[in-house]
């Protein structure tokens, strides 16, 4: 009898937080299992690189005021290393805890308000979504201003739903949450503000005085942060990098929350239709409900119009910290349902998540395989297979974070170059190598005109390998070692003559104009433009374009144009030279139907060279290049 009684206690426990256990153990699990092999990224190198200064008065000066963010992360960053070196698990953890806290923190509001069930339905979501995985494996203030903003909100609505024992307690935190979350990320102040403003308004007549003294004192708290926030948000935004965003900015970042899987959505939404309450929440929970979705709409307006009138700042990160109020908001219309059924909604959200997550996003290899440390580890291997018949080039946004790498691979005589500044030096580079080899890796979007020049000289694809925002390519002298089931492109036009195919006199300031109907040569897969010539000057010769263009029925101003030059080299007399040109065709709108694709040399200063090659290719787009933001 006693035995049955502890039985049934025992089950009906294991019933009642299996959805909660479920919940934590996928959200740690996701986040956790493949930390220690996930390398840094490039904001994460640009922080770490502004510690290590023997005063917090320098970090400050010469860490944060550069920076466009507040100061809160870049202390902690600075904090962590001065214990933990620059071991990347141990930076990256903080940050991933707090990501597991948060999906906690979604789970409590959306019970404390609502019922188990919303909550379970909302957090499901954060502990699954790449949105919400993926930043909380970066040391970024993204994750740290999360928790803070989901902190200050559970606990200010504790305090006005009157549900707080220790109010002078959940008060310290409330005010502490508000203060620190300003400090991480301005957009996460904005939504402290609101949800600050938001508690206010939904708080009883005799909280209010309370909760204007909490916010009295958060203000006072924050204050010494006044003169860097000014500095920097009179600083201007990012719009040299950030373009302004499009018409269907919203619709596109929801696509991609929802990983711009059908399977994802399908599930997500099929579960919130089983689970509708089919009326209308009132009194109270609608008031919530209208609240938090107030705050993702406003978030998003601010962000769009400041984008719009002064400088572009929206993206999707920026949203961050206000995405998990829309779907606590959405949540808001669930039922409660029975233990049994939590469960069930549970394990399919979290099992449609992780599948999507892991098989349709690919999280995992792409969270592991980032360019500076796998750029690194394809030289290491380069090297071990050639031996000394191999030049290596690593191009990208710093020679800094290009080198970490390197030097943790040990690889040695690695030319680096600045994607921004060094084309000249890396065209004297390349005329320079007398290896059989060449190695190119590439990161921070660096065009695809550097590869374009190093092919010119050494034409044959050994191995190519793409990762985010990065790629790498083995490059061979002759065909021998040469491979090509990795090239993924298409020739349009290839000429070759050994006499030249044209010879361009003083009198000739155009020439060799190639046209094709741009509609009959695309395809769906279209990722890059390449052209390139081969010439020989007869005389010193540095006023030489090769121009790729591409005009519209009706406009006589080009709808692109792009030009390769010399780079300001001048071209040695007798001395064979390359020029190529690239155009990546998801840098700008499409093109429209009908234009006409033309390539032609522009010899501006009316110089003699001759022609000997001329080629026009079209590289397949890869997905993987954009894969945290764009479909696979």
């Known amino acids: 009898m006693i035995k049955n009684q502890i039985r049934n206690v025992f089950s009906s426990n294991c019933l009642r937080f299996a959805p909660e256990v479920l919940l934590l153990l996928a959200a740690t699990t996701i986040r956790l299992m493949v930390l220690p092999s996930i390398p840094f990224m490039h904001d994460e190198f640009s922080a770490l690189f502004r510690t290590g200064y023997d005063s917090w008065s320098e970090l400050i000066q010469q860490g944060v005021v550069p920076d466009a963010h507040p100061a809160g992360t870049q202390l902690l960053i600075a904090f962590i ?161 950030l373009a302004k965003p499009e018409s269907d900015f919203i619709f596109g970042f929801l696509k991609y929350t929802f990983h711009f899987s059908w399977v994802f959505s399908l599930v997500v939404t099929g579960i919130f239709l089983a689970a509708l309450t089919y009326r209308m929440p009132a009194g109270r929970d609608l008031k919530w409900l209208m609240l938090f979705v ?52 549970t394990a399919a959200l979290l099992l449609a998540g992780v599948y999507s997550l892991t098989v349709e996003r690919q999280h995992f290899r792409l969270m592991t395989q ?65 290896t059989r080899f060449l190695t190119v890796g590439w990161s921070d979007y660096t065009t695809y005109s550097w590869i374009e020049a190093a092919r010119a000289r050494f034409p044959y694809i050994v191995k190519k390998t793409n990762w985010f925002n990065s790629g790498y390519y083995l490059l061979s002298k002759d065909s021998s070692a040469a491979s090509l089931s990795c090239l993924n492109e298409r020739t349009v036009l290839m000429e070759s003559d050994d006499q030249g195919i044209k010879r361009f006199a003083g009198a000739d300031e155009y020439g060799m104009l190639w046209e094709a109907d741009y509609d009959s040569v695309r395809k769906q897969t279209d990722g890059i433009l ?72 522009w010899n501006k200063k009316k110089e003699s060279f001759v022609v000997k090659k001329r080629w026009l290719r079209i590289i397949d787009y890869d997905p993987v290049l954009f894969g945290f933001y764009a479909p696979l």
């Open 370 to 434: 980032q360019g500076y440390e796998q750029i690194a580890a394809g030289f290491e291997e380069a090297i071990a297979t050639t031996g000394n018949n191999l030049s290596c080039a690593a191009v990208g946004g710093s020679a800094r974070m290009l080198d970490f790498y390197q030097q943790r691979h040990g690889n040695q005589g690695v030319r680096l170059f600045n994607k921004d500044k060094e084309k000249q030096n890396f065209e004297f580079f390349l005329d320079s190598i007398t």
């Open 530 to 601: 390449v052209a390139g010539i081969e010439l020989l000057p007869a005389m010193p010769a540095e006023g030489v374009s090769l121009v790729l263009e591409i005009k519209t029925k009706g406009q006589a101003t080009p709808y692109l144009w792009r030009s390769g030059t010399s780079e300001g080299r001048i071209l040695n007399e007798n001395q064979k030279a390359w020029l190529v040109v690239a155009y990546h065709l998801d840098s700008g709108p499409a093109i429209p139907t009908g234009s006409t694709l033309r390539l032609y040399v």
């Open 81 to 241: 290393t001065n214990f933990f070196g620059w071991d990347s698990f141990w930076i990256k953890l903080p940050f991933t805890l707090l990501g597991i806290v948060s999906v906690w923190l979604v789970y409590l509001t959306g019970k404390q308000l609502f019922n188990k069930t919303a909550g379970l339905f909302a957090a499901s979501m954060v502990a699954v979504m790449q949105y919400f995985v993926f930043y909380s494996q970066l040391a970024r203030p993204y994750s740290t201003g999360l928790f803070f903003v989901l902190l200050a909100a559970y606990s200010g609505i504790r305090i006005v739903e009157n549900v707080v024992k220790h109010r002078r307690l959940y008060g310290v935190v409330f005010v502490t949450a508000l203060v620190s979350a300003a400090m991480m990320h301005y957009f996460a102040m904005m939504m402290a503000g609101f949800v600050y403003l938001g508690l206010f308004a939904m708080a009883h007549r005799e909280q209010r005085r309370s909760i204007f003294f909490y916010g009295i004192a958060a203000v006072i708290l924050w204050l010494p942060n006044i003169s860097l926030a000014i500095s920097q948000l009179t600083a201007g935004g990012i719009g040299d990098w």
């Open 294 to 345: 107030s705050w993702f709409v406003l978030s998003f307006a601010i962000g769009w119009i400041y984008s719009v009138v002064r400088t572009p700042v929206l993206q999707f990160s920026t949203l961050y910290f206000s995405f998990p109020f829309l779907l606590l908001g959405i949540s808001g219309f669930i039922k409660p349902l029975s233990e049994t059924r939590n469960l069930l909604l």
